[in-house]
């Protein structure tokens, strides 16, 4: 095969041959580039998170009537709320937390050690730690795993209108950050004296994992008001089972309040991301859309040139040329658009990362990706072109007598 | 006369190189019509988020962001929410025509006469009573109330739908937590997109609010603070954050001459600098006014996933421009024994061109159409996968002129080489 005189050939064409080159170039280009986001979104979802994700279900609730601005009355119906849950079936346990892990912002404050203050200017994350108003049932409830010290108990509670901060769990981040490799047990921050420490859960997905400080205090009853979440614990498998039940089991302790949200911390996790799935969803059906509109350019492409290069196939096939040989030629010839178009594709590719990532967050385009979307287009391209191709090589010897 | 015979004679060629190639011009069409779809969609959003909601006095509206922080601590920039004593010295300066100081909260609203317990979730914006005229909330029935201290609310178009079937119902008791709140105006349906008074905290595409209730009545009812708020103090209920160092107010300001910003803007800095001298303001003093294009962007209004669509999805119609121009490209080589007939018997170079013209014009006005009618299709799938997206989903008619014209571009641009290229043809090669 002489690559010289196929070159020629094309610069002859290459007004076409351009616009194919340009397409296939751009289409490649996106192609990355959404297949980069769905892959990012897929490893967001399937973070760990620390928690039973599926097994827990998460009803968040608000009070409608203004009887409810009597806090006795208030605390009253929760005990109620939360004891009838508990003893349904399939239940494990059930607790009161004023804001969800796997949020963006939510109640925050600055954590520190009376001793070090200044510590929050030398880590900024510590100005924005999650403050977690809960109750005892809560590490039960989201299964953590202790580190060091002990859980909540009931006794941590301190007593209303005190102003005191009690005692405190800390997350394993924050407890490395604040003490290093030493015991954070009996330490006093300005939240609270530290009984625990527990593995990190994951709290505020968009900052590093390293940093996903938490401070749980048993002061939920306290602040009843701010207790807008049930957690529910459920034996795995029996999830929709409760889910069913719970709204029922809630209003027929007291009616009035609105239950807003019911769902599991999987579904919550899932909410989250959201945008990013529906960003890359998009994404795809646009490269879908880029596929067949760069499928149709390469099939008009090739049959195009078969018209116009009628004769010349038809004196090569009277020269002697077999019907394997042309067919080769063209799908060479394709084949060498193809390499050009993926070439100027990776420049395409990368341009377009570093466009795209004045907007969005997205990972940098590797080499295995570029190559497995290129073969993706080949393939394609090639399908597109056997049914010209064959047409092609079907041309008769005898072409070449009647157009001289 | 002639012109006129000789346009209906080219749009008749054009129908019959149509007709005789269906299968190819209806590739060039949904091509082009599908990039065309796609980018006027995301037009439409890009639109409706960077779009200005009040243009008449867009610039003559501040936003007031201070940062009187008590503590050296962070945050040491700015802040746009303030302190309830920060925001009433705003608010009883002389110098703006009118001033809004608020915050958003939330209630259960139920008609005390309504023999139904049911009671609706309705968002409430605690002001003061500035904020309607500022605003420019166009009123159905009724009045705004005229001091921030009083037993009396104005709702908006979908609560009285909801509550009232959207009858007057001015002088009706609502039932609100617990208190009893006469309503003394209603308003007309009030779109404001992006709902420039309060973009922040993720609001910027939401309805305007249920509720609007006098602020001191909001604070000694205790409602809560359903944005942003910042504290160095513990406080158990928004009624006792007045003296308190609770940041959860924003402040807005009319102008009624722009050259007054200075007044303002000195205004602040004198305050800041009298509470620095009393040792209670730690921080350097920033005290910034942003008007309501300069907020929005500030506020990050635009959604950075759509732009970044919208550039792909301009790449994707490039790609369509230039597949539509090698099908055309096909099409003329294909066509050219009719184009050297007509040139040997008689037709001119510029009459062909016009001829050509003319077909690449239909080719954009029906794609164009079909174009609309898919930019409608991709809306309704871009708020599937985007669903936080749904309220400014709008195609408003500009820019179904617009999809029009990009489509009319589009095609003349993909004809434009093939035409020039079947043009230099020459008559006697292509009789032979």
């Known amino acids: 095969m002489n690559i010289k005189a196929l070159l020629k050939s094309l610069f002859l064409r290459k007004f076409t041959t351009g616009l194919l080159i340009l397409q296939l170039a751009i289409t490649l280009g996106l192609l990355v580039n959404s297949v980069i986001l769905a892959l990012d979104t897929g490893d967001k979802l399937a973070q760990d998170t620390g928690i039973d994700a599926e097994n827990t279900l998460i009803i968040s609730l608000q009070p409608t009537s203004g009887d409810y601005r009597d806090l006795d009355y208030f605390r009253s119906i929760v005990s109620q709320d939360l004891e009838a849950l508990a003893q349904l079936p399939d239940v494990e346990s059930v607790s009161l937390v004023n804001q969800l892990p796997i949020t963006r912002r939510g109640m925050l404050g600055n954590v520190y050690d009376l001793d070090d203050p200044d510590i929050i200017n030398r880590d900024k994350y510590l100005q924005d730690v999650k403050i977690f108003l809960t109750n005892e049932e809560l590490s039960n409830t989201l299964a953590f795993s202790l580190l060091e010290g002990r859980f909540l108990t009931k006794d941590d509670q301190p007593e209303f209108g005190t102003n005191q901060n009690g005692n405190v769990l800390i997350t394993e981040s924050l407890k490395k950050a604040l003490y290093g490799d030493k015991s954070a047990i009996g330490q006093e921050t300005n939240n609270g004296r530290i009984v625990g420490v527990v593995k990190d859960i994951m709290l505020n997905p968009t900052i590093p994992a390293d940093k996903q400080y938490g401070v749980f205090g048993n002061r939920v009853m306290e602040w009843i008001f701010t207790g807008r979440n049930y957690l529910v614990k459920v034996r795995p498998g029996q999830v929709n089972k409760v889910r069913n039940q719970v709204r029922d089991t809630i209003l027929s302790v007291q009616a009035e309040r609105d239950i807003y949200r019911v769902r599991t911390m999987a579904d919550h996790l899932k909410r989250f991301y959201r945008h990013d799935k529906g960003l890359a969803q998009l994404f795809l059906m646009l490269c879908g859309l880029m596929l067949f509109v760069t499928a149709i350019s390469s099939y008009a492409y090739s049959q195009f040139h078969i018209s116009r290069q009628k004769k010349y196939i038809g004196i090569r096939r009277a020269l002697g040329a077999s019907k394997k040989d042309i067919l080769l030629y063209v799908l060479t010839e394709n084949w060498l658009v193809y390499s050009i178009g993926c070439l100027l594709g990776l420049a395409m590719a990368i341009s377009f990362n570093i466009l795209l990532s004045q907007y969005i967050s997205l990972s940098k385009p590797d080499m295995m990706l570029f190559s497995l979307v290129s073969i993706v287009l080949f393939v394609a391209g090639t399908v597109a072109t056997w049914i010209p191709a064959q047409k092609t090589s079907n041309i008769p010897p005898v072409i070449a007598t009647r157009t001289v | ?432």
Not at chain 2, 88 to 105: G, H, N, Q, W
Not at chain 2, 348 to 373: C, D, P, R, W, Y
């Open chain 2, 1 to 432: 006369m002639r012109n006129n015979s000789l346009l209906s004679y080219n749009i008749l060629l054009a129908m019959q190189s149509f007709k005789r190639a269906k299968s190819l011009y209806f590739l060039i069409i949904l091509t082009l019509s599908i990039g065309v779809g796609v980018l006027c969609a995301n037009l439409a959003l890009v639109n409706s988020m960077a779009s200005d909601p009040i243009p008449e006095k867009s610039a003559n509206l501040l936003h007031v962001s201070m940062n009187t922080w008590p503590d050296v601590q962070p945050p040491d920039e700015p802040m746009h929410i303030l302190r309830y004593r920060d925001a009433m010295k705003i608010a009883e300066s002389d110098i703006p025509l009118r001033t809004a100081v608020f915050y958003a909260s939330g209630v259960y609203a139920r008609d005390i006469e309504s023999t139904s317990m049911k009671r609706f979730d309705s968002r409430v914006r605690a002001t003061t009573p500035g904020f309607f005229g500022l605003a420019d909330a166009p009123f159905a029935f009724g009045t705004a109330f005229d001091k921030s201290r009083g037993m009396e609310i104005v709702i908006g178009h979908e609560l009285n739908q909801k509550i009232f079937a959207g009858k007057n119902s001015v002088g009706k008791t609502l039932e609100l937590d617990g208190e009893l709140l006469t309503i003394v105006g209603v308003l007309k349906p009030w779109i404001v997109r992006p709902l420039f008074y309060h973009p922040t905290e993720g609001r910027a595409f939401d309805l305007t609010d249920d509720i609007f209730a006098p602020l001191e009545t909001a604070i000694d009812l205790g409602w809560s603070i359903h944005a942003r708020s910042s504290s160095s103090d513990n406080y158990a209920g928004v009624n006792e954050t007045r003296d308190l160092n609770v940041y959860y107010l924003q402040a807005w300001v009319e102008l009624d001459d722009i050259a007054k910003k200075s007044a303002l803007q000195s205004y602040l800095d004198n305050y800041s600098q009298q509470l620095k001298d009393a040792g209670g303001h730690p921080l350097a003093i920033k005290n910034r006014l942003h008007n309501v294009n300069e907020w929005l962007i500030e506020a990050k209004v635009v959604d950075q996933k759509v732009l970044a669509f919208t550039l792909a999805s301009i790449l994707f119609l490039s790609v369509c421009i230039f597949n539509a121009s090698s099908l055309l490209l096909s099409r003329f080589h294909a066509a050219k024994f009719e184009v050297g007939l007509r040139r040997a018997i008689g037709a001119s170079n510029k009459h062909m061109m016009m001829q050509g013209l003319t077909e690449s014009v239909l080719l954009g006005v029906f794609t164009g159409v079909i174009a609309v009618i898919l930019s409608w299709f991709f809306l309704k799938i871009s708020v599937q996968f985007l669903p936080r997206l749904a309220n400014i989903a709008v195609l408003e008619p500009k820019l179904l002129v617009l999809g029009m014209f990009l489509a009319l571009i589009t095609a003349i641009a993909s004809a434009l080489y093939p035409l020039y290229r079947a043009n230099r043809y020459t008559i006697s090669a292509e009789l032979k």
